[in-house]
């Protein structure tokens, strides 16, 4: 009886918490003399970084509430598909995430950790917002299909990152990849496509992305 209260309880508060609204994200289309134009106004945001934890023996420790995550260095210089190296990139004391970089068997990948256990992972490095309450991920997957072909974008809230959109190739036709994005204040992004469909494979459009 007691159990079906609790349960009865977390739906009654679940159900009475706000839902954020959706996200929506539109695409503009942009030559390439605006978008070099825009390019030259992109914000770069560096979120403080502190070094709590040092690298021992190729191991990378984290200690969470569910027990310690080690990241332990594997094969280094082989062709072991099995080997692995990790960079401790530091912590974020404004979210409260370790991040870390590691250089595996054909790809490179980013990770956030929080003190929870929660673990995110990503195929570049996220570029976070003027006001570092967002970031994005553009990971292009076509040229080099070792990559998943998608843009991310998170919002911090509740005290963990959360996405809030999305685009993949199941979304949008997957004639083209993120080559290369970047911020222009806290919802819009400049984006760099490299365009696989048509008659002119590996040329280039351009776009300014809302966010709404």
């Known amino acids: ?19 954020a609204p959706p996200v929506h994200v539109t695409f503009s289309s942009l030559t390439k003399e605006a978008y070099l134009t825009a390019k030259k106004t992109a914000v770069v945001t560096k979120p403080k970084v502190t070094f709590p934890l040092k690298k021992q023996k190729g191991r ?7 027990g310690q995550k080690v990241f332990q260095d594997k094969g280094i210089g082989t062709d072991d598909s099995e080997q692995g190296e990790y960079i401790y990139l530091g912590y974020l004391p404004q979210f409260e995430y370790h991040t870390v970089e590691a250089h595996l068997w054909e790809r490179t990948q980013w990770f956030l ?24 991920v553009a990971s292009p997957g076509i040229e080099y299909g070792v990559y998943p072909n998608e843009i991310l974008l998170y ?12 685009v993949e190739p199941s979304v949008e036709p997957a004639t083209w990849e993120p080559n ?12 760099q496509k ?7 494979p590996g040329s ?7 966010i709404r």
Request: glycine share 4%; charged share 25%.
């Open 1 to 19: 009886m007691k159990l079906t209260w609790l349960l009865l309880l977390a739906l009654l508060i679940g159900a009475s918490l706000p839902k």
């Open 60 to 66: 990378i420790v984290i200690p969470t509430v569910k």
């Open 113 to 136: 950790l929080d003190k929870q256990g929660r673990q995110l992972a990503f195929y570049d490095a996220p570029l976070y917002s003027p006001d570092a309450k967002s970031f994005v």
């Open 155 to 166: 919002r911090f809230e509740n005290h963990h990152w959360r996405e809030i959109w999305k």
């Open 180 to 191: 290369e994005i970047c911020w222009l204040s806290n919802s819009t992004l400049l984006l």
């Open 194 to 200: 490299k365009m696989w469909g048509g008659r002119k």
């Open 204 to 210: 280039f459009t351009y776009a300014k992305l809302e």
